[in-house]
């Protein structure tokens, strides 16, 4: 017996699913979708499990991980019902209930909530800076004595330890909900097959995301993707664990592969980060014509995260020391938020839960094929 | 009759209907060398204009008196062939048809040879009897200008108002105490802000008072005699026990010590045995149900105008009408008990119910209100005694539950927001004009709809809580929904006893039992009886509007017989050959319409007489008669001899 | 009865007309019947056989043309147009354009001999263009009235100034190149407006390559495949090889139920398609035909007995789901449909030789009535419940399709509703 929560689609239309409600349950998504294979059957299914509000279908089904919005359904959908946005908005659901700690929904729920949260941790950081920044040189920049490479150091490790926690624990609880047969009981697989699989899914999907490429007409989107996550990889490494080399009081070296590494990065997210901005505003995508508040916040923190990183690194090879103690105090205050409380709890898990759905779909193909 | 006899024979391939079984050439050819052929011709659509025409110019250029046509059923085309042989200058009973669509082509799709065989020994057998037909004139009666409707609902009332618009004097008859029928006791309609009573209303506007229309309530067909034009109908009007003289002040429903159940509000309250059968009724009288009523004469004893009479009597009328419309409506379809869990809880209600619940009139001035509370979750099963969802469900779709059940589900979701509302349904038929944006709506507003394929489960537990069951198609999943309600939306079925009334006035009826149309198509509300119409849901499943559509319809199909000072009716009925007549009676006792009489032309000699106005040409007469002296126009001895030898021959 | 009743405008000339006008004759009224193409007949005279007794079409509607013909209280103007009414219920004033056949109606005896002789040969729209008629021509033999039309634009003589063929063959000297268009003007009581529909452009849903792909056809285009007048004189065959097709699909819902198209439901292709299966099997007995729907409207009397009907006795497949695309096979030129089975959940593909969309309709109204149209299209009723055909112009009453899509039967009791209605204008109280 399935057990019917009849509120769940109401959650979705709060998380920005559109008009899903007047499916009539035709099947033209499905039949239309470009990366549904025979089997799978959404986003119909989708759709309907959530109105009937059986939520444990939806909470133990991997296939919304599985849709990057070409539009492609929404375009056809004989009721308007625009299944794309309704995908999209499960997955921001998902997020949310993967999320043990509530921050996720507080956020998707909220738009009050995320930026109260979003500047209490600038806050924070700013009193920190505050408290514990080191002497301020006027005479030139010295950006290492104004804040000690240690104390940030210790600072950002400490978040990207805090943030890898919770979002393991956050795959863990993906991996309980949704390794569960039809009926709704737990499985499980060899340990051997759930090493193999992991070498053989996650790191290549996680480091190419190839699928989309699977999607209609989506070659573009797929490079943007490869841009901001290159570029925003590149530059976690080069001012988190790096630190101690990036950020130092010698002058800015174009001939420093690592400065050079740099540059090309926040190029990329700059370059990455405004065309979605761009593309939000034009809505020229499907999957860019409906976007929730958690959307905006994500790129425009990027895109300030990219901007004050970029200007501190100019002014400290022009020689401002004042402007660029201020504008890497501003680069901090927005970076942490940034990290904190996006990549884990909003939009940017995606990055993770994408090829972990691969994953974990796999190893419950292995067990129904024994099962068979 | 002494001219030589020329016949011309026309062979209709109906499209492929019967050419692509039968060869028509052969046949054409084979006619041809029938006795007293002079033409025979094909063509590919007899019944059309340029059809017709052949056999027109063929009547002057051959100088045929007689004429055949092979195709279709008589019951179809005769008319049409009679009226050409007609309009080329012969007698219309000169003609002839020999079925070989209906008889053969269709028959035998599959025997090509033997169906042209059979198709030539049939255009023989019609051969054989023209050559002994004879003329004939049409019988003409006077038209009485007067209509008589059969039940008040909203198709009767619409009938009688546009009759009476046009002039015609009509009698309306309902055997309940009131008029209004079925749609007045529902709540919001589906396409507008009105509801059954308001369009109830609207209708006996134009109805009450008006001096063309004679309403008889409380009462009942007894027979019906005579025929197109000209039918005599006996009447019974059963007591009512209180007159006119009413006021409706109420006194003595308040004195009355008898509570029964409400069937207008589908017994879901108490009304009294001297009652009001609902606050609008027509005729605005109190009425005694003299099943419960105990007769303590309390109600006499308080009624201050003396209108209340308990030895009042039934009284028979009688009157001459020229047309009938039947509008006698449906029932809704009753689940058995236990059937959906109906009448095992009191929180399985019908939608009829449900409409009573949410008229702001209703038992519960217009609140949900089952067993004392609200519910939150509610369950619509559709389909309940419709497409055999269940081993006493009709198979046929009752067309109007579907846009009814999804007008509710809005309704309920407007006035209680947070009601979570689940319709299980077969499919949805929302085929009317608007209905599909109702669906739409519906969604829009988080109606949810679970599909099944075989009858949801109502499963009631212990505690008397509620939940469906039910296999969803299109997840291929049983899922089972908490409820607090469940509404049955049950179908619509041919109303009880309305065999009576179809053998009375002699109409046919489907499988099911709803009446049966004249033609499904084109003649929708016609029957085969001249002079009979049907309206409303009687011939099947309609929605109000289309049943006040079908009541001014056949209101227009009366009003064209009406408007006629004069019908003519074909002469095919039984004549006596008055010398071999012996007088025997038999045929007398076998007419099924007293048609037969005995009648004296001497002294000791008596002889059969038939009424023209009362033979239908049943035949029955002329099959009973021991010495042959009835015989009857079109079918005489001769003539079906004739064809008989025709059929024993070779081809 | 001293009372002399007014006449009734009704206009067009398709079933719901006829009925109309036929009841009101019958009541005595005097009617004018106003067509625009050159014979009445309207849709129904296009189908083969009718739902869901399978009587044939044109032997049902046939003898209702001729009594229109012959009724002594029908004046019949085909070929003609209202232009303008003005005035109001009860006294209507009437403006019709009675458009020039070039041939003399008193003259034609409808015999052929210059159709068969014209050299100009036109796409033939009463089979949706798959023949060809000539550029004098009736539009199907039981035409009524069976009279001859010069279609001015195909015409040798019309555009090239030579020919003059027809005029030469004619036996009844009835080719009249001069005529000249004719204004009638009526004044009537009152106005029944049975103007019918026109199928919804099926390109619109462009994923079914109608127009692109040979082998995608139209259901009337269907209609006119099976029937024994049609252009293939009742074979189904298919366009691109004249081969019989093995397997035929039928799409529902196609420009219909569609938001973006055509959100209302057109109510009668349901049960269309479902006698197209049943028909397309009595044709080709060993043909396997499946319907793609998404509801299965089998809502009118004998609806559902023909449905169950068209599965078991016929073993027609219905097939749950919206078809995404068709897509064709270059050589074979078959087609290959993409759609989920809703009842497995399986994403499928499957190859038909034929395609039948079964296309949406809209309704179609005279432009010089100026009648107010609701949001879906459709007529604006002033009381659909206690007056059902009335619009919004007291004394205009609609019915058939032009009222809301629907099949027959209801097209038949609209007419009757609208007959009376427009009679007690009319006539008045008789006595």
Known sequence: MTYLVPQHPLQLVELGAERFSRCFNCGNCTAICPITKEKASYPRKLIRYSLLGMEDKILSSTDPWLCYYCGECSDQCPRDANPGSFMMSLRRYLTTKYDWTGFSKLMYYSKKAEVIAIIVVAAIVGSIIYLLHGPIVETRVELETFAPYLTTEIGALTVLFVLAGILLSNLYRMYRFVMRDENGNRIRVPLGFMIRDFIRIVPLHFLTQIKIKECKDRQKNWINHLIIFYGY???????????????????????????????????????????????????????????????????????????????????????????????????????????????????????????????????????????? | MSEELRIGVYVCHCGTNIAGVVNVKDVVEYAKTLPNVVVAKEYVFMCSAPGQQIIKEDIKNFKLNRVVVAACSPSLHEPTFRTATAEGGLNPYLFEMANIREHCSWVHPDEKEVATTKAKLLVKMAVAKASLLEPLSEIKFKVNNTALIIGGGVSGLAAARDLAARGIK??????????????????????????????FKGLIRDVAGNRLIDVYTNTELVSVDGSVGNFKVKLVKNPRYVDAKCNLCGECAKVCPVEVPDEFEFGMSKRKAIYLPFKDAYPRIYVIDMKSCTRCLECVKVCPVGAINLNEKPSELTINVGGIIVAAGYDPYEPKTGEYGYKLSNKVITLFQLERLLDSEGPTKGELIVNGVKPKNIVFVMCVGSLSTTPDAYPYCSRMCCSSTIKNALVLREKYPDTNIYIAYKDVRTYGRGDEQLYMKAGENFVRFAKFKDAPKINIDQKGNLSVTLFEETLQEEITIPTDLVVLVVGMTPPRDIDKVRTTIKIGCGPEGFLREAHLKLRPVETATDGVYLAGAVTGPKNIIESIASGSAAASRTLALLSKEEVAVEPLIAVVNEDICSGCAICVAMCPYGAISLKIIDKNIRVAKVDSALCKGCGTCAAACPSGAMQQYGFKDAQIKAQVIAAMGEV | MSYLPKPVLVIGGGIAGIQAALDLADQGIQVYLVEKTPSIGGKMMQLDKTFPTLDCSACILTPKMVAVARHPNIKLLTYSEVIEVTGSAGNFNVKILKKPRYVDEEKCIGCGICFNKCPSKVPDEFNLGMSQRRAIYVPFPQAVPLKATIDKEHCIYFTKQRCRVCEKVCPTKAINYEQKPETIELNVASIVVATGYQLIDPTLAAQYGYGKYQNVYISLEFERLLSSTGPTGGEIVRRSDNKHPKNIAFIQCVCSRDVKINPNCSAFCCMASVKHSILAKEHLPNVDCTIFYMDLRAFGKGYQEFYNRAMREFGVKFMRGKPAKIEEEPETKNLIITYEDTFTGLKKTMTFDMVVLAVGVKPIYPEALKLPLSEDGYVQLKNQYLDPVLTMIDGVYTVGVAAGAKDIPDSVVQSGNAAIKASILAGGAQK
């Open chain 1, 233 to 372: 990889a590149a530059s976690f490494i080069l001012f988190v664990p790096l630190l101690k080399f990036t950020q130092t009081n010698d002058p800015f070296l174009f001939v420093n592969p690592l400065s050079i590494l740099g540059i090309f990065s926040t190029i990329a997210l700059l370059y990455g980060a405004s065309i979605a901005i761009y593309g939000r505003v034009k809505k020229t995508q499907p999957m860019w014509k409906d976007s929730h508040s958690t959307d905006w916040m994500f790129l425009i923190l990027l895109l300030l995260t990219t901007i004050t990183g970029i200007l501190t690194g100019i002014f400290r090879t022009f020689g401002f020391p004042l402007p660029t103690y201020i504008m890497y105090s501003l680069h901090l205050m927005i970076a942490a938020p940034f990290l904190i409380l996006e990549v884990p709890f909003a939009k940017w898990s995606h990055l993770a839960y994408r090829p972990f759905a691969l994953y974990f779909e796999s190893l419950k193909e292995r067990y129904l094929a024994s099962k068979r």
């Open chain 2, 170 to 199: 009509t009698y309306l008859i309902d055997r309940s105490p009131t008029l209004g029928g079925r749609a007045a006791r529902l709540g919001k309609l589906t396409y507008t802000e009105m509801k059954g009573i308001d369009v």
